[in-house]
């Protein structure tokens, strides 16, 4: 059973991470509007409330909801988390509507090493030798990227440590999956309102004057957005900090393909250097679980 369980958080985070990392192609139709970074974040957090409640209703899992509000230590732990997801959302879609799909996806290389470190740190996971090798390869690479730039990269560290600090919170969280994300997109939700309302009375909400294909996609960001974040949640309650932030690999590896080979950003030779060693000190982590997995068989 136990193997099962780890199992499904493979399939989970796998999911989760193959789908965060073809957004950028998701929400391309809307960055072709006028519209900013701030008020899709607003229409996303509206859209994905409005989706997370009809899953509620339709699982019938409402009650768990009504009584987090009841309990103030619930409420402040969710606080927390939705404004850490807030927070990623907004700098993850001015990357995306700025065309800085590439510093997006450093950010995401970077969250796997702070997952890493928070495991340690607060969850006192132990690493093996081909982690610790796998991290020095992966840092090495991320200090290559970082500091030839000659400037502090604050997307892909905003970005890294807020979605680093949700997934601690999520796997700590007292809530299940659908009831513990929707509660953060309710806690989310009048700020969102105000704020679209407040463009409205400025005469600068962009709604009206979207096509069809930006529309749809709109509106169907709200399961866009949810969906990923049900499968993230379940998988970061069936494995291990470390192992899912190293997984997570995968989504701004994809994210860095979509950045380069069709949004043609400029990608250096130094670079490319530094991708290719964060990319080692991955292979070396899954051949290490491998070859722990195959040994500890009996």
Not at 73 to 78: C, P
Not at 188 to 198: I, N, R, T, V
Not at 269 to 288: C, D, P, S
Request: proline share 4%; net charge positive.
């Amino acid at each position: 059973m136990k193997f099962s369980n780890k199992l499904q958080g493979w399939h989970y985070a796998l999911l989760c991470y193959m789908t965060w990392g073809t957004f950028p192609i998701y929400w391309y139709p809307i960055n072709q509007s006028a519209m900013p970074a701030e008020q899709i974040l607003a229409q996303r957090v509206v859209w994905s409330a409005l989706f997370a409640i009809f899953l509620l209703l339709l699982f019938q899992q409402g009650r768990a909801v009504v009584n987090a509000f009841k309990q103030p230590k619930v409420l402040g732990i969710f606080f927390l988390s939705s404004f850490m997801i807030g927070l990623n959302w907004l700098v993850y879609l001015w990357a995306i509507v700025n065309e800085h799909i590439l510093d997006a996806s450093l950010g995401y290389f970077i969250n796997p090493i702070f997952n890493v470190f928070l495991g340690w740190l607060v969850l006192k996971e132990k690493l093996n030798k081909a982690q610790l090798l796998a991290l020095m390869f992966a840092i090495a690479g991320i200090l290559w990227l970082a500091i030839p730039a000659g400037q502090i990269p604050w997307v892909a560290l905003i970005l890294a440590g807020s979605f680093g600090i949700y997934g601690l919170i999520r796997k700590l969280a007292p809530m299940e999956p659908l009831s513990g994300l929707a509660l953060e997109t309710l806690l989310m939700s009048p700020f969102a309102l105000a704020y679209l309302f407040f463009c409205y009375t400025q005469h600068t909400l962009v709604f009206g004057e979207l096509n069809t294909l930006q529309m749809t996609v709109l509106l169907g960001s709200g399961a866009a957005t949810t969906i990923p974040l049900l499968w993230f949640a379940m998988g970061a309650r069936r494995i291990s900090m470390s192992l899912l932030g190293m997984l997570q690999y995968i989504s701004p590896t994809l994210q860095f393909l979509c950045g380069v080979l069709i949004f043609n950003e400029k990608l250096s030779a130094e670079r490319m250097v530094g991708y290719a060693l964060v990319w080692v000190g991955v292979a070396i982590f899954l051949l290490g679980m491998r070859a722990k997995a195959k040994y500890a068989k009996p």
